[in-house]
């Protein structure tokens, strides 16, 4: 019996250890694939939130950065893209830098670009982004690598006047200078150019800064003020408009001292361009408004306001108070 007993308990003791080493074997190849999971999705994660700060940057440095950090990762063909085209657009601008171009030379230049139709701005000598769009253009329709900078050859080809005609000729209301060339004849200076936006502001409409330059915000401010004055909305400006547009903005900067400071103060609520939005969905649905909730808080708007606030018994003076937009909402 004895025997019995010890031989049962001596198998008892060589099976045991073996079930156990490979349980701790099983575990640690558990253990193993789980660590090897999670690494994989923290690496995926952060892959993925490197490329999003890199697209969001958009310089050559970035996506150096990324192509360093993963070289053979999802996004690394278009990484290299991108860089190839940003450092082919860097070597084109020093090119273009060395010309040392006057600013008579760029406005003639700017002007060239014009009659082509593939300028719409102002004659200012400055080349920012509505020109560089427009040489990329001039580029393309000429069959010349699209870089928006000028070579020594392109440059004397728009100042001597004999470049080609573009492939499309230039959008045209139908009459005889179109409403953009018309602005053009004006000759605005950048001073005029910047008065005008400030003009702009103080009537309600946004023209996403004021720097003289009429890129797509100004465009959209100047169709929403014409829009106020029920006048066809080009985005361009002709004289007479000019002129209105500082008679408005002067009887509204001469505004009684109570409605100047209901303005200020609606100012400080620093209203986003969809909070005003929403406002004026409000006040559409509640019958006080009409036409399209654009964000623009111009005339209509302000008398919409007015309506609302006297029938809600407030002082009627179209500006909202913190209290009035938190009701409206």
Not at 30 to 48: I, N, S
Not at 110 to 129: P, T
Not at 302 to 319: E, K, L, M, P
Request: hydrophobic share 35%; proline share 3%.
């Amino acid at each position: 019996m004895r025997n019995l007993c010890l031989s049962a308990a001596l198998a008892g003791a060589m099976i045991v250890p073996g079930q156990a080493v490979w349980a701790q074997s099983d575990l640690r190849d558990m253990l193993g694939t789980l660590a090897q999971t999670v690494l994989e999705q923290q690496q995926a994660e952060h892959q993925r939130a490197l490329w999003a700060g890199v697209v969001q940057n958009g310089s050559a440095a970035a996506y150096r950065q990324y192509l360093d950090t993963y070289p053979q990762g999802p996004n690394a063909a278009t990484a290299r893209a991108e860089l190839a085209k940003l450092e082919r657009g860097q070597a084109a601008a020093q090119v273009e830098s060395r010309l040392a171009l006057t600013q008579t030379q760029r406005m003639n230049i700017q002007r060239r670009l014009a009659a082509l139709g593939h300028y719409r701005s102002g004659i200012d000598g400055v080349f920012g982004a509505g020109t560089r769009r427009a040489i990329t253009a001039w580029q393309n329709a000429t069959g010349n690598t699209a870089t928006g900078y000028l070579t020594a050859e392109q440059s004397q080809t728009l100042l001597s006047g004999a470049s080609a005609q573009p492939a499309r000729p230039p959008a045209s209301d139908g009459a005889t200078t179109s409403p953009a060339q018309g602005e053009l004849n004006l000759r605005l200076t950048r001073a005029q150019r910047v008065q005008i936006q400030r003009d702009l502001t103080t009537l309600g409409h946004d023209t996403r800064g004021v720097d003289g330059l009429f890129g797509s915000g100004t465009r959209e401010a100047i169709r929403a003020w014409q829009r106020s004055k029920s006048q066809t909305a080009t985005g361009y400006l002709t004289a007479n408009q000019v002129a209105a547009l500082r008679t408005d903005a002067s009887d509204t900067r001469n505004t009684p001292a109570p409605i100047a400071s209901a303005a200020l103060d609606e100012d400080l609520l620093g209203l986003t361009r969809p909070e005003r939005v929403e406002i004026q969905e409000q006040l559409i649905a509640l019958g006080y408004l009409s036409g399209n909730a654009d964000g623009i808080f111009g005339p209509h708007t302000r008398s919409a306001i007015t309506r609302w606030q006297r029938d809600n018994g407030s002082t009627g003076n179209g500006y909202l108070t913190a209290e009035q937009v938190r009701v409206l909402r």
